[in-house]
């Protein structure tokens, strides 16, 4: 942006106040006004020179060649004046002409003859003014020599060259490269002789605060100076404007005028833009047009091409435009001024900014730019109806899926639903929007997933199916429930299996669906064909404890599905659940796995947490804690809303929880455990895992009391879902456990009597194992006999941490029963100590190492606490199998696998 032009007779700088930098040099320019000082006193003496000053614009390169000039009329010296534009930079000898026109006496009939574009033999003008300045010394003043014209400056070389004996000098003021593309600095390398090369930088540190102190008649303080270097960017011409302005005004420099201060900074920088723009061509106006739209997207010889500026090199396109200030270098291209580009943006209509972003986007697109560039020109276009256009969308949506950046997807596929589209097309888009806006924008996803499941846009059955399964999946309240409802008394055939089948899912999950869905809701087959029913059956029947083969086979039924159906999330989850529950782990997890990677590729971010929580916790179970580990890790950095992930966070804590237990890790345990939680999730099953998991934080800790509240509520919760097994969370027993050593023994045993029950019905060997293993606790005969038990139990099972436990368990209690059975104990022992080869530091490879201890000294307990056989000492109140109780871990099946290894 250049400076302005007038030439001021006599003007000189105030002091004690910042100069307006259109009429004097600028403060700190004291070295060069000495120095030109001193060359126009030697032209007095008849001793010629050639003077550049460069510099961005802004610097105060025309103002110094300014106040050179009038110092030169102070001095009796004849000054020739010219100034070149952008708009006159296509006029051959423009400058020139300028030049030559006061010396219209003498050399006349060369104006005239330039003016009529003669091309004489010898540069026309040459010899009349070298004879003048032999008759009186002649300074030429040209300003903004960016904008010379080549025949100028050709012109000017040759008279450089011939005026080695004359008294003339010529100073040039510029940004430093002409439109033309010429070097116009070079004029000062083609003089024989006195050639000087000013190269103006920007304002330092101490300049800009000098330049506070005197416009404000005061030093401005630190955090002051700092924002007047941060919007002036060291621009003096910007700086010392806008310092004037805010002196007065009547502003002290100080930290609170700041924003005042930056302020004025905007206005005169967009001021300044405005004017440069107005100097603009046709042809630059239509390329910072283009690259205030897309210049940040597309590469300059796009942009040039957008503009219409077919023709022009991008050498001379970033020379013009860096030559008026408005854009600025980076890297290989240019961007336009921020300011500039706000006041050029400003002057387009809406429609006029879209149909360059459409046209952009075409050249984009068939230039084989990347989808993100294509994406990002389309999000600012109108709809155009071209066969690319979608799918460039999608794709851009997708990355930005990828990168975690919902937000930016929502943009994505909300554009994209502004394209014309099929019925088909545009539910799929509306489905993809609400899975990104359940993360960006919650309540927009919560309200676009009911109006898919209500089918208000007449969407297919199928989409609708898959949108209440993401909605309740993700915890999405009582609107989306209602929707279902009303889906569900409209849906036949198929579409209705399906609509059932998820409704039960929500039913299962909490006491809040099973409220909004049981008067109405048709029960399940008892025996459904459908494969999400069958998942849901599946559930619903493991939950009651009912035939554990007939659970198995829904299962397998579910997650086998129909390939010519769209399969469901929920339900396929259920089957996983009911096939950990029936000690099918592998399959269980191969099923989780599959979900998992349907549900990445798709892209659904927001339903992958729940799946993954529930994989942590069969890992855990299967004693796999590293696997476990980076499972929690996984869902825990997942992008999601609080709200909506509420019961997943609960359940993924209560994993961590027990995790963190079993690993040794007390302290996070315990801090994980005290954390609040919402009061809406307190109604989602999810709430009755966290309960157990804070009980065996407190039963570690020895509040029994505590633990024993917590658990009749986790009881409370889970039989009101009518979930009954002991798989699912063995409250029972533990619930026992404290009551004993409360002293309440009938209630320990109902609740102990109730669990090997239950688990007896169920059959699987880890449930049962560990009924078994915690039923009789009261004395050393039954704690024996238990032991041995459960032991046997787990043998025709699953290797995990309960069998371990009770292997530990065995060991130290097998030494009451004699000598021999020390032996045996030690044979225990080494098979624990197997198990726990992976995790040398974890409790239960430590109990293994005291009971090897104690195996091999003779018994004696300290004083004050309760002795356990073998000599390992057990303080009063610990709780042996805490840990254990949440996760039955399962291994290798079979007696063969007894050495197998398993993460403790």
């Not at 999946?473 to 579409?495: T, Y």
Request: proline share 6%; with cysteine; glycine share 10%.
């Amino acid at each position: 942006m250049h400076e302005g032009s007038s030439l001021r007779e006599g003007s000189t700088v105030r002091e004690g106040s910042a100069p307006r930098p259109t009429d004097s040099p600028l403060p700190h320019h004291g070295r060069e006004r000495t120095v030109l000082a001193a060359l126009l006193a030697e032209l007095t003496a008849g001793r010629p020179a050639v003077v550049t000053l460069t510099g961005r614009p802004g610097y105060g390169q025309n103002a110094l060649a300014r106040w050179a000039a009038r110092h030169a009329q102070t001095l009796g010296l004849r000054v020739l004046h010219a100034r070149a534009t952008p708009v006159e930079r296509t006029l051959r000898h423009g400058v020139t002409a300028q030049l030559l026109t006061p010396l219209a006496e003498v050399a006349g009939e060369s104006v005239r003859a330039l003016a009529a574009d003669g091309l004489p033999s010898r540069p026309a003008g040459l010899a009349e003014l070298l004879s003048a300045a032999r008759q009186r010394a002649t300074l030429l003043v040209v300003e903004d020599a960016q904008w010379i014209d080549p025949p100028s400056l050709h012109w000017l070389k040759a008279l450089v060259r011939r005026s080695a004996d004359a008294p003339l000098a010529l100073l040039a003021s510029g940004s430093g490269v002409t439109a033309a593309g010429q070097e116009w600095p070079e004029l000062a390398s083609s003089a024989p002789r006195a050639a000087h090369e000013f190269v103006l930088a920007a304002l330092t540190d101490e300049q800009i605060a000098a330049a506070v102190a005197l416009a404000c008649h005061r030093p401005g303080d630190g955090r002051f100076t700092a924002a007047a270097r941060e919007f002036s960017a060291g621009n003096p011409a910007i700086l010392y404007e806008t310092l004037h302005q805010f002196a007065q005004q009547g502003h002290e420099p100080g930290a609170p005028q700041a924003g005042v201060l930056r302020a004025i900074g905007a206005g005169v920088t967009g001021a300044r833009a405005l004017r440069a723009l107005r100097a603009l061509g046709t042809e630059e106006l239509a390329v910072v047009r283009a690259l205030a739209v897309c210049g940040d997207l597309l590469e300059l010889p796009v942009v040039c091409l957008l503009a219409g500026r077919r023709s022009l090199g991008e050498a001379r396109v970033c020379a013009e435009l860096e030559a008026t200030g408005i854009a600025l270098r980076s890297g290989a291209g240019l961007r336009v001024h921020p300011m500039a580009r706000i006041r050029v943006l400003e002057e387009m209509t809406t429609l006029e900014r879209a149909e360059l972003h459409a046209r952009a986007a075409e050249l984009a697109q068939r230039a084989g730019l990347d989808d993100q560039t294509v994406g990002a020109l389309l999000m600012r276009s109108g709809p155009i109806g071209a066969p690319w256009a979608l799918p460039a969308l999608r794709r851009s949506s997708a990355l930005a899926l990828r990168w975690g950046n919902h937000r930016r997807a929502v943009a994505f596929l909300t554009r994209s639903l502004a394209e014309p589209l099929e019925p088909a097309q545009r539910a799929e888009l509306s489905f993809e929007l609400a899975a990104a806006e359940l993360v960006a924008v919650p309540r927009a996803g919560e309200r676009r997933l009911g109006e898919l499941v209500r089918g208000d846009g007449g969407e297919p059955a199928q989409l609708r199916a898959r949108a209440l399964d993401l909605g309740l999946g993700c915890g999405v309240g009582g609107g989306l429930r209602q929707a279902a409802a009303a889906a569900l008394r409209a849906a036949h055939g198929p579409d209705r299996a399906e609509f059932i089948a998820l409704c039960w899912s929500a039913v299962q999950l909490g006491p809040e669906g099973a409220e909004l869905f049981s008067p109405d809701l048709p029960a399940l087959p008892a025996d459904p064909g459908d494969p999400a029913q069958a998942g849901a059956r599946a559930w619903q029947l493991a939950a009651l404890v009912a035939d554990r083969e007939r659970v198995r086979t829904l299962a397998r039924r579910a997650l086998a599905g129909e390939p010519s159906r769209c399969r469901l999330v929920l339900p396929r989850l259920a089957a996983c659940k009911a096939l950990c529950l029936t000690e099918d782990y592998a399959e269980a997890e191969a099923g989780l796995s599959a979900l998992l990677a349907e549900l990445r590729a798709a892209r659904l971010d927001v339903a992958t947490p729940q799946v993954l929580a529930v994989r942590a916790e069969l890992r855990l179970r299967r004693g796999h804690l590293a696997a476990a580990e980076q499972d929690l890790l996984a869902a825990e950095q997942l992008p999601t809303t609080a709200e909506l992930a509420a019961p997943t966070a609960l359940y993924l804590r209560a994993v961590r929880i027990v995790l963190a237990l079993e690993n040794g890790q007390r302290e996070e345990a315990r801090s994980l455990a005290a954390a609040p939680v919402a009061g809406q999730a307190r109604h989602h099953l999810s709430w009755a895992h966290l309960l157990f998991a804070r009980a065996l934080v407190a039963s570690v800790e020895g509040q029994h009391a505590k633990a024993a509240q917590l658990l009749r509520e986790c009881g409370r919760l889970l039989l009101s879902c009518q979930h009954v097994n002991p798989a699912l969370l063995p409250w029972r027993s533990l619930a026992a456990r404290a009551c004993r050593l409360l002293g309440q023994h009938e209630q320990a045993r109902e609740l102990s009597a109730e669990e090997l029950t239950l688990a007896r019905r169920w059959g699987a060997p880890s449930a049962l194992g560990w009924a078994e293993l915690t039923a009789g606790q009261l004395t050393e005969e039954e704690r024996l006999g238990s032991a041995r038990q459960a032991v046997s139990v787990l043998r025709h099972g699953p290797i995990g941490l309960v069998y371990a436990r009770a292997l530990a368990e065995l060991a130290a209690v097998e030494p009451a029963a004699g000598e021999g059975d020390r032996q045996r104990a030690a044979a225990f022992v080494d098979g624990l100590s197997k198990l726990t080869t992976t995790r040398p530091g974890g409790p239960l490879a430590v109990r293994a190492k005291l009971l090897a201890e104690g195996l091999a000294r003779p018994r004696r307990a300290p004083d004050g606490g309760q002795r356990a056989p073998g000599g390992v000492h057990r303080a009063p109140g610990a709780p042996p199998l805490a840990a254990a109780a949440y996760h039955q871990s399962p291994g290798t099946r079979g007696a063969g696998a007894r050495d197998g290894r398993t993460e403790n």
